[in-house]
């Protein structure tokens, strides 16, 4: 798929696909597709301990990848999934805060799911979306 551009933020984008062979965000057309994003701070990887604060750092770091993809951030973001250890309340109300703060204007469609495990032992959500970037794709 080497006809597809695929992007990685400086700092964890970067490591990561350096240590795990994948990239943070692929543009088709005129879609810019995420790699799931979690809680980590973007620079030094260390992930947030307090699940409201790893999930306000999730949201932030996929308006990074975004943005780092030529995108606009969450204002063209129409798909969401997110993925927790564990899926309750808390979490619940964290996402929900953070989409009525990203995306003020508009609602996506979310798939929301709880799982025994994430891709590092102390992620505890793992977000990934998918954005409609038209201007970018001409």
Known sequence: MSHLQYYAYKGQGVEKRAAFS??????????????GQGGWHPETGVFEKEINAQIDLAFSNVELNLKDAGGKGWSQVFRVNSYHVPLNNEALEAMVRNFKKYMPDHQPIWTCVGVARLGEDDMRVEIEVVAHDPQEAK
């Open 22 to 35: 994948y990239n943070q965000a692929v543009r088709v057309g005129d879609r810019i597709e995420c790699s």
